[in-house]
């Protein structure tokens, strides 16, 4: 069986330079974590909040970014951990990151994520509505907007997901030219286990890897 820093190692052969890995550890354990940032990996992305504050107790020196569906009720937890969330999909939720940041002094680098598939069973802005969202979250002080998140939709084979990848760098782009005040878009977090080389060929500077990185749930 290989080893996470082994799967990290093969992982890292795969992806160019400037190309950040966040392993996403829902369900991962402390162990497995501390073995992932031993291997090298700087930032943990997780799914739940209440998960991510019983492991950030007892890991040291990471970055946390949520990346599941936050909901308003625990945003005020959320941030007092977090160093970003990719996954503000309202202008209703990122009112409340702006209220509760305003709370403790802080700024929240946030991605807005969107749901490029149109699919009714994920959250996420749909896309032609955008850069109206942006530019209304883009007035919040207390948020800064660096850069867009989607989780497109799965297919067994990668090649049949890269059009929604494509076009989802093709809005990224759309969203930078219109030089938004008060944003700072650069980052584009696109693609997972199976799809992270096709979403990288399409344009991503940031993947989210679990399974691949970590094996297999419960072996």
């Not at 030089?179 to 799809?195: A, H, Q, V």
Request: aromatic letters at 6%.
């Amino acid at each position: 069986m290989d080893s996470i820093k082994e799967r990290y190692d093969e992982i890292k052969k795969t992806i160019p330079h400037g190309v950040t890995i966040v392993a996403a550890s829902k369900q991962r354990t402390i162990e497995e974590i501390e073995e992932a940032t031993r291997a090298g990996i700087e930032i943990i992305g997780e799914n739940y909040v209440q998960e991510a504050i019983n492991k950030y107790k007892k890991i040291e020196g990471l970055e946390w970014h949520i990346i599941g569906h936050l909901q308003r009720n625990k945003v005020k937890d959320a941030i007092k951990i977090c160093d970003c969330i990719q996954s503000v999909d309202s202008v209703r939720l990122a009112r409340e990151i702006d209220q509760q940041c305003a709370k403790i002094f802080k700024i929240m680098p946030i991605f807005i994520e969107v749901n490029i598939g149109s699919e009714e069973n994920k959250s996420g802005v749909k896309p032609d509505e955008v850069i109206d969202i942006i530019r209304q979250i883009a007035e919040l002080p207390n948020l800064r907007i660096e850069g867009m998140m989607t989780m497109e939709p799965y297919f067994e084979n990668p090649e049949d997901a890269r059009p929604y990848l494509k076009r989802m760098k093709q809005l990224f782009d759309e969203v930078k030219s219109c030089n938004i005040p008060n944003t700072d878009i650069k980052i584009l977090s696109m693609g997972m286990s199976n799809s992270y080389q096709v979403a990288i060929e399409e344009g991503s500077n940031m993947v989210r890897i679990g399974t691949r990185l970590f094996g297999p749930r419960g072996i």
